[in-house]
Structures are given as structure tokens and as C-alpha cells.
């Protein structure tokens, strides 16, 4: 119940705004030695032993959004990776003429014909920051959300973008003490966010 009214509560209320966003593409799921010999083989047998985003068939592809000057991130769950799936969301977040930082995955590259100020990082290639280019809000939300959702041991597929969506809450309202953080937890079960939006 509480993951799911912070699920309608980071749906409803995050605003598309002009600013910095790091886009970026994580996969969540158990790491390959830890299956056992019997899935691995059936995995390989199916070609889905794959690394990269080629996991994609055995793992949980979330699409992640860090704005710089909040230090907020927004997350979406995805089914693939490619530029038809990413525009529109990158779309529903920032506002045109946004600076939108990124690694340079094919599924960004129609960005600045949308009208978005695009940058890249060429990850492939050992470069990880030029300048203000870079993707480390968002690569250190990654690490810090895998490291707590690993204590779940198991999520059921259809409880994915609730337990995504307190990963999310988690490190968003990260500045707030723990009592804090509680209080804000009973404002958005009361729906007390919705009156002040209407």
C-alpha cells in the first residue's frame, strides 16, 4: 500500500521542467553466477545468456532521468532500449532546449532533432567526464538503489515499479531525517499532496 501511493504520488507530481537531465538505462535482476547450472544451461540454450543490454531477456530494464540542479532522479520501467521507447519519456520530462547528458547509446540520437541540447560520453572508449559531460548522478543512484534492492531477495514482476518507485522516493527525499522522511510518507497516504494541486 505505502509503495504504491508512492508510486501514484512520483507519477502524478514530478513536473516537466527546462533544466539538466542524465539520461541513462540500468538492468535489475540477479547476477549470472548466481543462477544455478541448470538455468544457466537453459538460458544459454534460448540465447538468452547474453551480456550488456542484451540481458535485457532475463533482467529488468529500467530507464532512469537524474536532474542536476534538483538532484532528483525519476525512473521508468521499459521493455527495450531503443530510441522509440526512450524519446517519449525523455519527452514527458524535460522541457525542449533542456541540456540532456548521456552515454552515447544509439537510442539518443535523434535528441537534439527534437530540440534538446545533447551531449555524450563515450563510456566504450575509457571517457567518463569531459567538462560538465558526464552521467555520474545518475551511474552513483544506480549503484546505490541495486545495493538496496538486493536486500529484497525477490521481487514479483508485477510489484517491480513499486519497489522501483521507493528507490526513487529513497533517494529523493535522501536530505530528510529519518523521522522527516516518515511524516512525508503519512502526507502522501493521506493525499494531502492532492489537495495542495488542486
Same mark, same amino acid.
Given at each position: 500500500?505505502?509503495?504504491? #501511493?508512492?508510486?501514484?504520488?512520483? =507519477? #502524478?507530481?514530478?513536473?516537466?521542467?527546462? &533544466?539538466?537531465?542524465?539520461?541513462?538505462? #540500468?538492468?535489475?535482476?540477479?547476477?549470472?553466477?548466481?543462477? !544455478?547450472?541448470?538455468? !544457466?544451461?537453459?538460458?544459454?540454450?534460448?540465447?538468452?545468456? !547474453?551480456?550488456?543490454?542484451?540481458?535485457?531477456?532475463?533482467?529488468?530494464?529500467?530507464?532512469?532521468?537524474?536532474?542536476?540542479?534538483?538532484?532528483? *532522479?525519476?525512473?521508468?520501467?521499459?521493455?527495450?532500449?531503443?530510441?522509440?521507447?526512450?524519446?517519449?519519456?525523455?519527452?514527458?520530462?524535460?522541457?525542449?532546449?533542456?541540456?540532456?547528458?548521456?552515454?552515447?547509446? @544509439?537510442?539518443?540520437?535523434?535528441?537534439?532533432?527534437?530540440?534538446?541540447?545533447?551531449?555524450? /560520453?563515450?563510456?566504450?572508449?575509457?571517457?567518463? *567526464?569531459?567538462?560538465?559531460?558526464?552521467?555520474?548522478?545518475?551511474?552513483?543512484?544506480? &549503484?546505490?538503489?541495486? %545495493?538496496?534492492?538486493? %536486500?529484497?531477495?525477490? /521481487?514479483?514482476?508485477?510489484?517491480?515499479?513499486?519497489?522501483?518507485? =521507493?528507490?526513487?522516493?529513497?533517494?529523493?527525499?535522501? &536530505?530528510?531525517?529519518? @523521522? =522527516?522522511?516518515?511524516?512525508?510518507?503519512? @502526507?502522501?497516504?493521506?493525499?494531502?499532496?492532492?489537495?495542495?494541486?488542486?
Amino acid at each position: 500500500m505505502i509503495r504504491e #501511493a508512492l508510486f501514484d504520488y512520483s =507519477e #502524478a507530481t514530478w513536473k516537466r521542467e527546462e &533544466g539538466i537531465y542524465e539520461a541513462d538505462e #540500468a538492468l535489475y535482476g540477479g547476477r549470472w553466477k548466481n543462477f !544455478k547450472k541448470h538455468i !544457466k544451461g537453459l538460458l544459454r540454450e534460448q540465447g538468452k545468456a !547474453k551480456r550488456g543490454r542484451g540481458a535485457k531477456f532475463r533482467k529488468q530494464p529500467v530507464f532512469g532521468i537524474y536532474k542536476r540542479n534538483e538532484g532528483k *532522479v525519476y525512473l521508468r520501467l521499459i521493455n527495450d532500449f531503443d530510441t522509440d521507447t526512450l524519446e517519449p519519456i525523455i519527452e514527458e520530462i524535460a522541457d525542449k532546449e533542456s541540456e540532456i547528458f548521456s552515454d552515447a547509446w @544509439e537510442g539518443y540520437n535523434g535528441l537534439a532533432g527534437l530540440g534538446y541540447i545533447h551531449s555524450r /560520453i563515450a563510456h566504450g572508449e575509457g571517457e567518463y *567526464v569531459s567538462g560538465r559531460v558526464h552521467t555520474n548522478g545518475i551511474e552513483g543512484f544506480w &549503484g546505490l538503489s541495486k %545495493t538496496n534492492m538486493n %536486500t529484497y531477495k525477490g /521481487i514479483r514482476k508485477n510489484n517491480w515499479k513499486f519497489y522501483l518507485k =521507493e528507490m526513487e522516493f529513497r533517494y529523493n527525499y535522501r &536530505g530528510l531525517t529519518f @523521522e =522527516e522522511q516518515v511524516d512525508k510518507i503519512i @502526507e502522501i497516504l493521506m493525499g494531502k499532496w492532492k489537495e495542495v494541486r488542486c
